[in-house]
Every structure is written in C-alpha cells, then in structure tokens.
C-alpha cells in the first residue's frame, strides 16, 4: 500500500477527550474516528488488526471443532422474556420497536438466540457436543461509554457456545476453549494471564478471565511467581492468618477522640493495625450488615454479596447508622450490636486482644476477642486479597498485577437449557437438558488492550501478528531517482514475499514520515537513504528494540527481512 | 469436515412459510433459519458461502485501490437531519433511542455516516479520489418482509462510497467499479446482466444495476442480442415507432357497445390493437393526468413519474373520473378532454386514423388524429418496453429476461457532499465540493439469487467458486473396514489438496447420504462402493451436469479431481 493512498488520517495533537493512551493513539494514528459517545468507525489500518485478529480466533476456534455462523443483532423480544432476562436486563440493553410494535433489542449477548436455535433442531445425543461461535457487532448501553474501545457501546465480540450431553462433555469443551484461548492470546503476542474469575451476573459457575495484562487495566489480578495460581482479587480465595498465641484480656472502653479511621486509631493507641478490627456497615436490599475485616484488609463486595446472597450492596447512608445502630461512623463495632447482621473474616476470628469501635463517639474497645466478645452470623472469607498474601494453592508469597479483561470463559450448565427447555434424547431415548458453556473475547477491546500494554511516548509498537502492516519503506528523498527506484523495487519484492509493507511516497519531510512511522506502528521501518545507494547497505529499525540494523543490499535482503520479522 | 458433526440440520418436508425456491431450498439445506419475520441466522453451510461471496468482493474492491473499514450500524439521528433523510425515510427506518433519549438509527445505507467521516479528515485535492468500503449487516423494516433472504429486514450490504475531485474523476471511479461487479459476478459463477437503471430516490443520476438473470426474479429486464444494451425495463428508452403512410380521414363517433377494453373494441371494429390508442388516467398529488400509449403497449408509470415531475401516481378512483371528467371508465379519450393533463407517448403521435374512447358510454371515436383532434400537454417516451420492441442502441429486436438485482452503482454527484458540506482545497486553494458515487452488493441476497439461478428438483447446484464445500464423500457401508479406509485417505489427502470435502460418516442409509448431498448441492460428489474397493474405480458424479465419471484410483487421482472441479 503507498502511504499516498492509504486512507490514515494521523493528527499531531493530543485530542482532549481521550483519556486512555489506546484512545489517544488510535486517534492521533488514523485506526478509529468517533461517530458518538461509545461508536466507532474503524478506519482501515484498525480494520486490518482486527481482521487479524478474527482471523487468529477463526483458526483457534475452528481447530478444537468451533464451527461459525451468525445470528441475527436484531433479537425478538419473546426469547429474553422466556429466560427473564428482558426485565434483568435494565437500561444497558438499546429496545426499539419495529413498524408493528413489536419489541426487538439489539443482541448484548447470544444465549437466547443461540439456544432457541439449537433446541429446534437438536434432538440427539448423537448430535452433541456442538461448538458454534460467531464474530460480530455487540451492543451495551453504558451509562459513562469511555476509554475508547475498551467500554463502548457497539463493539466486536467472539462468542462460541457450547452444548454437551453430560459434565463430563461441558469440562472437555471448557478445557478446549481454555486452550483455544490461550492460543488466541499467544498468538497475538499479548501477555495475558487467565485468573479464576467470579461467574457474575451471566449465571452459572466456573469461569476464567484471560487477563492482557496492563498498568492501565481497569481489573486486579493476584498470581502467584511460584506455581501457576492466578485469580482476579475478586474472586482469590484466602484461608485464615493465624496470629502468634497470646492470653485473652478483659475487654475495656478507652476514650479515642478524633480517631476515625484505622490509621488513627491504631496510631493514637499505638498498635499496629493488624491488631484493629475494620468494622464496615452496608445496606443490602434486605438488610443492614457489618462486615468485619482485619485493619489492614480491605473487604472484597463481591465475595459479600455472594455471602449474603443479596442482589445490591451499598456502603449504608449515615442517617441508617445513627437511627438503626445508634453509633456514628468511624466509631462501629461489633461488641453489643444489634439488629444488624454480622459477617466475620475468618482473619478476624483468629485475632487476640484486638481493638474495634465501641458504637460511641470517640470512643473503642480494647482487648477484644472475637467470639467471646461477639458472635458473627456469618463467617466466611470476604476479604479481598493483597501483595503478599499467601497463595490459596501453594503458600508462596501472591503479587498483584493490573489487567484489561480481554476474554472470559464460562460454564453455564444448564442455566439456559432449562429455562428454554433445550433438551435431547439420551441413548436410553430418555429425554435430557444440554449442559451448556459460553466463551467470549472482546476483539475490538483487544486491539486496544495491545496498544495499552505495547506503546512508548512516540506511539504504538505492534506484535507483528497483529501489526496492521509488517513494515514502512522510508525513502530519505522522494525526488531522489535512484533512492525511489530503490524503494520502490524493495516495496514490491517485500510485498511479493509475503511482507506486508508501505512505501511512504508522500511528499513529506523525512522527519514527518519518521514521526508517523513510529505513531502507526509498523513493527519495521526501513530506511532508504544516500547511504543505502552509494554503499548498498540498508537500514532497518526495530520498532519495539529500537535497534537498528543494517543488511546488505543483496539477493538475501528480502529473507534477511523476513527472518527479523519473526523473530519479532 | 464430517458430516456427523458438520451442524446443517436438513429438513425432509418443505416449509410451508417459504414461498421462493431459494427460501426453501436454504431451510432444508440446512443453511438457515429464521428468527422471526425477514430476521434469519446463518448457519455454518451458509455462512462459508457468504465469506466466500465475501472475500471475492474484498479481492475485488481491493483491486481497484478500494479500502475496506466499518462504520457503525448504529447512527446518531444528527447527521440524517442535516440531509433531510431522518424525515424522509418513514417507516422502513428502524429507530431507537439511547438511555439519554437520544435518537439513533440502524443504518440502511452509509451515505450520511460515511460523508460526514470524510469532510473531517480529508482538506485537500491530494488526498483524492477515495475509494472506501464496507461489508456489514444492513437494516430496513419492510412492510412485508418475503421471499427468505431476497428482502429481509437485516441483511448482509457490501458498500463502497468513492470521493473525486471533479466529474472526470467520478467517471473513472464509476467505471473502476463497474469493471469489479462484473467481476465480482463472473468469479461467483453467476449468469447477469449490467442493465441501465433508473436512479430511484437515493438521488443523483447515473446508475446501472447488475442482475442476476433468473426466471423468479422480480426485476424484468429487457437485452439487445445483437448490440451490449442492456436495462431495466422501468429505464429502457424508446423511441416513436412509425407507420405506413395514410391518408387521415375525418373524425367519427361509433357505437361501440359493452366494448370496455383494448381487446374488445378493437375486435368489435375489425381493426387490430395498434391502431388503438389506450387512455389511462392517473391521479398525482398535484392533479388528474390521461396517459396516451397505442393499444398494444403498457405505461411505464417510472417513465411518466420522471416527466410530471411528482412523487405519488396511482390510478385514478372512478369517482374523479365520472365527477371530474364527465366520462366513464372504458370510455375515457383525448378528444374534448378539459380540466386534466394529458400526456402521450412518441409513437401515439405517428398514428393515423386511430381509435380511442368518446367520453361516453358505449361509445369510441375513429379516424382520430393526434395533433389534429388533440393537443397533449406534454410528449414523451412514456412506455414499457416490450419484447421484439427495436434496441434503442442498434436498432434489433429486443428480448427480455427477468433477474434479481444483486448489486447498483450510482453517482450521486454532490448530493451529499452539498448538504453535509464535505469540500475540499484544489489545486489552486480554491474550496470544491467531492463528486461522490455510492456502491452496493447485496451480498445475501446474491447467495439466494445463486440458488434461484442454480437448482433442480432434487436441491441447490452451487457454482463452485461460491459453494460451502467442494465435494463430499460417501462411503456406500458405513460398517466396511475396507471402504472407510479408502474414504478417510481420500478425505485426508482431498482436503490436504485445498479441495474442501466433507466425509458423510453418518450413521445413515446411502439413499439418506445421497438425498442430502444432492439437497446442499456439493458441486462433487464421490461415492466409496465396494467396486470402488474391488476395482480402484472410484465414481465421481458431477452435480451440475448429472454426469458420472469413474476415476483409475491411483497417484493420480486427487489432481483429476482437481481438473473436475476447475472445469465446472
């Protein structure tokens, strides 16, 4: 392709309404052009990476057995009110109403669709298992789209379904979609991790998040450096931390002025704040809780709620403090609390001698000993997990890492056979449910997730998989025949070799061309110049190294090309 | 791929819903299914023949320097009230708003979306002409969504949009994409014909439309044989057909009694239908119209549209014929005709000594001469064409054809670039508005007109360069060692040879096998018998031709397959 044609708009300015790099780069590159909050055109260098993309998850999902069609965007209504999900689904799911009045929403996901269309025309077991995925537009009403593609509200997923006999069959096909994943990631030379996620809102249980892993990423990951533990925070499940044996004390009030947060109050006391208990109230739709968390733990919401079995929780509003638990905030505790359900750390119930709000202004319990002193309702793991907390699986020291979701693998189970009825004959002719798993990637979100995690001040540094072209031919002067001449016979013979490259035939200033070289990307920039005339030797830059290299200008360059493009 | 596993669920009865060959051929198929009225999925068969149809548009528009990226389906209501369309449009327009309550569309077209992504980024000659394309779902809500995928309310569009710097330059990009339709078609294996077109109400002029010649198509069409001219009958012009000298003799009132139509009149006088003239009256918007063609020919109402210059045209109500023509249908004519538009085509105006009606029942004028006993309003070329009318081109009997209108190219002009302001600098820094031009394939709509084209009793007869697979295998004994080896190493090596094969190890009758491999239309199928095993015969039936050829099953066999498919 000649720069001259290609239509890449790049723009020398920052534009102010983009906050993430993966945004400001594909704007200021020429990949994407908003057309309103959250929708994109994506013009035709991000085009090609994401063709690239889908074609890597073609391959992946077509290799373990993924056959592909399309379902429609345009869903019936009837379908999600079957599984309940038309009222579940709220605001976030784009309604409209076609010339009859009939309701119709514009597909966020495909299980409805996906098992109304199975369930007509599979009967047996002999037609099981059954991977089918598509690649298309999904739609998602978020209240604040931002970040560019990483949350907007038209974007590109992968979605394959799977229907199995028996569980047996539904952890085979979890495990190749598992692979399948980490195939697709491997190959678009991301660094991802998959962690053990929480099942969310979809439904069902047992699920992984393949994680790109990035400063910017909006999800935190523990894994662990010594075995192959991986999980998001929210979902890391910790054991208890045993405390060093200590004889129990009388538990006493101490005047605490002015102390409302752990860091005062353990200062003031001059203890450390592993010897504090958290005392945090919540509102649930049902009721008002306590979760207790050791002072230096923060508590994880999801694993409450999961606790509580609640569907919404809220920090609770003061005025439900001071009224229900006649206390103040900073001042909670769980000693003598009443009408108020009480969820313990399992941390929490090991501590000796802790300190913990006395439910009156500026004041705290001293020598507090769980158990004797309350007793929770529930006590469950609720904390969230954190640098240096022991790894559930083998002990070692966790990390923690920042993510950007880039894949999600799930098992449904029968969730959605049920509720549609999507049944088969068994070989006993006795009639089953399909145990079902669905496995998403968002493809537009991964593009932005490579440039997230691959990028420097000067612009995007593509995997060469991925790259939208392999390599930019620079001549230093267009006007200059001999250099053109040169450039233009490289340009065709590297194209010929299967090296996807532009020839910058613009008539810009070599710096101009430079700039846009490394704004785009390309992998391998090439630069013809006097040099490369008068002494045959080419100059070939590395876009993630920065090292340059120069090749001999002879029957071998082109191979010699290629071999540093894939030991990219 | 096998066909135990290959999810193409194929129907024995044909469904009653489908009424054109094409829907139910895709529905037994196994091709597709329908989510709920013109909303279908694609299934695995047919989404391979789809990214085939694909991919030869890509390579196409790619040829001619198109570039492919991908607008938004979803666009803000804005930029279709800057055109006016947003009113225009009506009811085929699927609305919906956002949760901010903003109002949106799914695109039909791109004119608005792609125009307004232009004049952003695009300021000077230089970076003309563009020629930009999309392949993606389209939406339009029919008031009666029929005929399977031939008008469906979400449909598959392949768009391309070209920007020029002037009417030379709109010319070229017409042309380039005129060459790649035709290419486009040929390379699917498709009989069709470039055909004039009117230019409809997307606007602009210049327009030709690319049928796919099928007896079911509901476009007809009208060819020269002897000279390339080709159009749309509601295009094709003509002009005054002219008769033998006569002497014009004086204007006379005859009883014609009961004789209300061309046929009966012209039988009860002893004169034949051409020496008729047939008066139609209409009603516009604007005003009550009698349209002149001679007896044996029909009006063109596109024709006649185009010459009053109106938007609405139907045939007036009998009750503004009595009331305001003070005639009686039957019996309406020219001669003293007031109060109303009268407006003939060129060949009434030849005519000597005619017959038409005498505004009074029972009763019809003879020996009546245009210009002498009526003045028309306006003279026009306002009829069909019909067939054995002279090509206007060369002059030789005309033949006409029906199709199915697969793809349109326009130019639109300024018609977009004027409303949505999308100028550009010339060579002189002087502001110009883009010539534009607007390019369409409907790409599932060309897969259902390859199926109305290519069919027999039995089921589809793809064209091989489109078809889901080349050729399937089918092992006679599913239970013979013998057999099964021989058919999984044919399988094997033919796939390994880039011929795309299905094994059918099916559980199945060979009968069974052999209803469906002719129903999906494999364009080969190649039967394992035990003469295969016993003999090294191996039978290949050609789809198409119903012709059978026996192989020599050696090292040679996989290459005169190979010749087979390509001779097709």
């Given at each position: 392709?000649?720069?001259?044609?290609?239509?890449?708009?790049?723009?020398?300015?920052?534009?102010?309404?983009?906050?993430?790099?993966?945004?400001?780069?594909?704007?200021?590159?020429?990949?994407?052009?908003?057309?309103?909050?959250?929708?994109?055109?994506?013009?035709?260098?991000?085009?090609?990476?994401?063709?690239?993309?889908?074609?890597?998850?073609?391959?992946?999902?077509?290799?373990?057995?993924?056959?592909?069609?399309?379902?429609?965007?345009?869903?019936?209504?009837?379908?999600?009110?079957?599984?309940?999900?038309?009222?579940?689904?709220?605001?976030?799911?784009?309604?409209?109403?076609?010339?009859?009045?009939?309701?119709?929403?514009?597909?966020?996901?495909?299980?409805?669709?996906?098992?109304?269309?199975?369930?007509?025309?599979?009967?047996?077991?002999?037609?099981?298992?059954?991977?089918?995925?598509?690649?298309?537009?999904?739609?998602?009403?978020?209240?604040?789209?931002?970040?560019?593609?990483?949350?907007?509200?038209?974007?590109?997923?992968?979605?394959?379904?799977?229907?199995?006999?028996?569980?047996?069959?539904?952890?085979?096909?979890?495990?190749?979609?598992?692979?399948?994943?980490?195939?697709?990631?491997?190959?678009?030379?991301?660094?991802?991790?998959?962690?053990?996620?929480?099942?969310?809102?979809?439904?069902?249980?047992?699920?992984?998040?393949?994680?790109?892993?990035?400063?910017?990423?909006?999800?935190?990951?523990?894994?662990?450096?010594?075995?192959?533990?991986?999980?998001?925070?929210?979902?890391?499940?910790?054991?208890?931390?045993?405390?060093?044996?200590?004889?129990?004390?009388?538990?006493?009030?101490?005047?605490?002025?002015?102390?409302?947060?752990?860091?005062?109050?353990?200062?003031?006391?001059?203890?450390?704040?592993?010897?504090?208990?958290?005392?945090?109230?919540?509102?649930?739709?049902?009721?008002?809780?306590?979760?207790?968390?050791?002072?230096?733990?923060?508590?994880?919401?999801?694993?409450?709620?999961?606790?509580?079995?609640?569907?919404?929780?809220?920090?609770?509003?003061?005025?439900?403090?001071?009224?229900?638990?006649?206390?103040?905030?900073?001042?909670?505790?769980?000693?003598?609390?009443?009408?108020?359900?009480?969820?313990?750390?399992?941390?929490?119930?090991?501590?000796?001698?802790?300190?913990?709000?006395?439910?009156?202004?500026?004041?705290?319990?001293?020598?507090?000993?769980?158990?004797?002193?309350?007793?929770?309702?529930?006590?469950?793991?609720?904390?969230?997990?954190?640098?240096?907390?022991?790894?559930?699986?083998?002990?070692?020291?966790?990390?923690?890492?920042?993510?950007?979701?880039?894949?999600?693998?799930?098992?449904?189970?029968?969730?959605?056979?049920?509720?549609?009825?999507?049944?088969?004959?068994?070989?006993?002719?006795?009639?089953?449910?399909?145990?079902?798993?669905?496995?998403?990637?968002?493809?537009?979100?991964?593009?932005?997730?490579?440039?997230?995690?691959?990028?420097?001040?000067?612009?995007?540094?593509?995997?060469?998989?991925?790259?939208?072209?392999?390599?930019?031919?620079v001549p230093i002067s267009?006007?200059?025949?001999?250099?053109?001449?040169?450039?233009?016979?490289?340009?065709?013979?590297?194209?010929?070799?299967?090296?996807?490259?532009?020839?910058d035939?613009?008539?810009e200033r070599p710096g101009v061309k430079f700039?846009?070289?490394?704004?785009?990307?390309?992998?391998?920039?090439?630069t013809?110049s006097?040099?490369?005339?008068?002494?045959?030797?080419?100059?070939?830059?590395?876009?993630?190294?920065?090292?340059?290299?120069?090749?001999?200008?002879?029957?071998?360059?082109?191979?010699?090309?290629?071999?540093?493009?894939?030991?990219?």
């Amino acid at each position: 392709m000649r720069a001259s044609q290609l239509y890449a708009p790049t723009l020398r300015e920052v534009p102010a309404e983009a906050e993430v790099v993966s945004h400001q780069l594909m704007l200021r590159a020429g990949l994407i052009r908003k057309a309103t909050g959250g929708i994109y055109t994506y013009l035709p260098l991000a085009w090609r990476v994401l063709k690239k993309i889908k074609q890597i998850v073609r391959e992946e999902m077509d290799a373990k057995g993924g056959q592909e069609l399309a379902m429609p965007i345009m869903q019936p209504a009837e379908m999600w009110q079957e599984t309940g999900r038309w009222d579940v689904y709220g605001e976030e799911m784009f309604r409209l109403k076609d010339r009859h009045d009939r309701n119709f929403c514009l597909g966020p996901t495909h299980e409805e669709m996906i098992t109304t269309l199975v369930r007509m025309d599979v009967r047996s077991y002999r037609q099981l298992p059954l991977l089918l995925y598509q690649i298309q537009n999904k739609y998602r009403d978020e209240i604040r789209p931002r970040f560019g593609l990483m949350r907007g509200r038209e974007f590109i997923m992968k979605d394959l379904y799977s229907f199995d006999r028996d569980e047996a069959g539904l952890d085979i096909s979890y495990r190749k979609m598992y692979d399948a994943y980490t195939n697709v990631f491997s190959r678009c030379g991301l660094k991802f991790r998959a962690v053990e996620a929480d099942s969310g809102a979809i439904g069902g249980s047992g699920s992984h998040e393949f994680m790109v892993i990035a400063e910017s990423g909006e999800a935190a990951i523990a894994y662990c450096a010594a075995c192959e533990y991986a999980a998001n925070v929210e979902k890391a499940e910790l054991k208890a931390i045993t405390v060093p044996a200590e004889t129990p004390l009388p538990l006493t009030v101490k005047d605490t002025p002015g102390t409302k947060s752990i860091k005062e109050v353990s200062s003031y006391l001059g203890v450390s704040p592993e010897k504090t208990i958290k005392t945090l109230a919540f509102q649930t739709e049902k009721e008002l809780v306590l979760a207790l968390v050791r002072g230096d733990h923060e508590v994880n919401e999801i694993k409450l709620l999961n606790q509580l079995g609640c569907l919404h929780l809220d920090i609770a509003p003061e005025q439900a403090i001071v009224s229900q638990l006649h206390t103040v905030p900073g001042f909670i505790g769980p000693v003598g609390a009443t009408g108020v359900k009480i969820v313990a750390d399992h941390t929490v119930m090991q501590m000796v001698n802790g300190v913990c709000g006395a439910n009156k202004p500026d004041q705290h319990y001293i020598q507090v000993n769980p158990d004797r002193d309350f007793q929770p309702d529930i006590i469950a793991d609720i904390r969230l997990i954190q640098e240096g907390d022991p790894c559930p699986h083998c002990g070692a020291a966790v990390k923690t890492a920042r993510g950007i979701e880039a894949g999600q693998v799930f098992k449904l189970f029968t969730k959605y056979s049920k509720s549609l009825e999507a049944t088969f004959l068994d070989e006993n002719g006795k009639e089953q449910l399909m145990l079902m798993g669905c496995y998403g990637i968002g493809v537009s979100r991964t593009m932005a997730a490579a440039i997230e995690q691959n990028h420097d001040d000067d612009g995007i540094i593509w995997p060469a998989a991925i790259a939208p072209f392999h390599a930019v031919i620079v001549p230093i002067s267009g006007k200059d025949s001999e250099q053109m001449d040169l450039a233009e016979r490289l340009y065709g013979e590297l194209n010929q070799a299967g090296i996807e490259t532009v020839i910058d035939d613009r008539s810009e200033r070599p710096g101009v061309k430079f700039k846009d070289a490394d704004l785009i990307g390309y992998p391998l920039k090439i630069t013809v110049s006097p040099k490369t005339v008068s002494e045959g030797l080419l100059e070939v830059k590395i876009r993630r190294s920065g090292e340059t290299v120069f090749l001999q200008l002879n029957a071998g360059v082109i191979a010699k090309v290629k071999e540093l493009l894939v030991s990219l």
